[in-house]
């Protein structure tokens, strides 16, 4: 993705965003990532020529940047409703533009890589000898974790360069 647009659009969302940001909870602009929210307006910015859903979530995300005080200190069906419509938008850049969280790939192969390498090491020493079972597991574990932060890593250092981080 080229950032040869001027991104005036996000430039004026981000700008709204700081004229409401006094009416919002300091606890509440970290805790609903309202800075992602400004990052997503500057990649909608630059999609939006080539994507029609990405030009039509330009009106909803400067209604959520305008409304933002009123839903994120207002009801809790409010609140649930920011979290709608901002996920709607992350799903779409996610799915149909391949964009990532920060970090998202280290964590999910981490996963992974622990849970098979402990089911696979587990496996072995159950069938090899029962007594060293809790080593196989714990081996298991350390080297599929190992193994996944690097391929996760590796992935992620992909989508940072492609930038194509959240």
Same mark, same amino acid.
């Not at 805790?31 to 307006?41: G, N, Q, S, T, W």
């Not at 969280?101 to 999910?108: A, M």
């Not at 159950?126 to 574990?141: D, T």
């Given at each position: 993705?080229?950032?040869?647009?001027?991104?005036?659009?996000?430039?004026?969302?981000?700008?709204?965003?700081?004229?409401?940001?006094? $009416?919002?909870?300091?606890?509440?602009?970290?805790?609903? #990532?309202?800075?992602?929210? @400004?990052?997503?307006? %500057?990649? =909608?910015? +630059?999609?939006?020529?080539?994507?029609?859903?990405?030009?039509?979530?330009?009106?909803?995300?400067?209604?959520?940047?305008?409304? $933002?005080?009123?839903?994120?200190?207002?009801?809790?069906? #409010?609140?649930?409703?920011? @979290?709608?419509?901002? %996920?709607? =938008?992350? +799903?779409?850049?996610?799915?149909?533009?391949?964009?990532?969280?920060?970090?998202?790939?280290?964590?999910?192969?981490?996963?992974?890589?622990?849970?098979?390498?402990?089911?696979?090491?587990?496996?072995?020493?159950?069938?090899?000898?029962?007594?060293?079972?809790?080593?196989?597991?714990?081996?298991?574990?350390?080297?599929?974790?190992?193994?996944?932060?690097?391929?996760?890593?590796?992935?992620?250092?992909?989508?940072?360069?492609?930038?194509?981080?959240?």
């Amino acid at each position: 993705m080229e950032n040869k647009k001027l991104n005036v659009w996000s430039k004026q969302i981000k700008d709204i965003i700081n004229t409401k940001i006094d $009416l919002i909870h300091k606890k509440d602009y970290k805790f609903y #990532k309202i800075d992602r929210l @400004e990052r997503v307006a %500057e990649v =909608i910015d +630059n999609l939006s020529d080539n994507c029609q859903v990405c030009e039509s979530f330009k009106t909803e995300i400067k209604t959520i940047a305008e409304t $933002l005080p009123e839903l994120l200190n207002g009801t809790v069906n #409010k609140r649930a409703e920011y @979290e709608k419509r901002n %996920e709607i =938008i992350i +799903n779409h850049l996610k799915q149909n533009h391949g964009f990532s969280y920060k970090d998202y790939f280290t964590s999910f192969f981490s996963f992974i890589g622990f849970t098979v390498g402990a089911a696979i090491f587990g496996s072995l020493m159950w069938f090899i000898n029962k007594e060293y079972l809790f080593f196989g597991l714990f081996v298991g574990f350390a080297i599929g974790l190992i193994f996944g932060r690097i391929v996760g890593r590796k992935k992620d250092k992909l989508q940072e360069k492609r930038q194509l981080i959240f």
